[in-house]
């Protein structure tokens, strides 16, 4: 499997992310590649709802779902040493955003991800979970 990488690192792998309110951990979520050089992510731990929890916001065919395993990034693709192209859903506000990331300049272990709306956008740090983190 090839994996596009920023300076020899990839985005693949598991992303703690964060509430971009108080920065409190909220899930695990699992970067990989889907396929035609992009990237998509699921929700593999929720450190915030039981993993069963339906997300009763989401929109269309995710409506319902289980928070774990629920499909939260889509067709990320590497441009000019960003992530961009693609979408993140807010399982908690039930909404998808235009997305771009990227690893933090120096520190491979930082995704730094950019939700936006229009011209409005937050940006948040992932930090890069290890197997031992998971358990």
């Not at 090839?2 to 695990?28: K, M, T």
């Not at 990237?39 to 929720?46: H, L, Q």
Request: hydrophobic fraction near 35%; charged fraction near 25%; aromatic fraction near 12%.
């Amino acid at each position: 499997m090839l994996f596009f990488s920023v300076n020899g690192q990839s985005i693949a792998g598991i992303w703690e992310s964060v509430d971009e309110v108080n920065q409190a951990p909220v899930h695990y979520i699992e970067i990989f590649e889907q396929g035609n050089y992009t990237f998509a992510g699921k929700v593999v731990k929720s450190l915030k709802y039981a993993p069963q929890t339906p997300c009763s916001l989401c929109p269309g065919d995710l409506r319902g779902q289980p928070m774990v395993s629920l499909r939260v990034l889509e067709k990320m693709r590497l441009e000019d040493g960003y992530f961009k192209g693609g979408k993140l859903l807010d399982p908690i506000k039930g909404r998808w955003y235009g997305c771009e990331m990227w690893l933090k300049e120096g520190d491979p272990n930082t995704l730094v991800v950019r939700q936006y709306v229009g011209p409005l956008f937050r940006t948040v740090n992932w930090r890069r979970v290890n197997e031992f983190t998971m358990r």
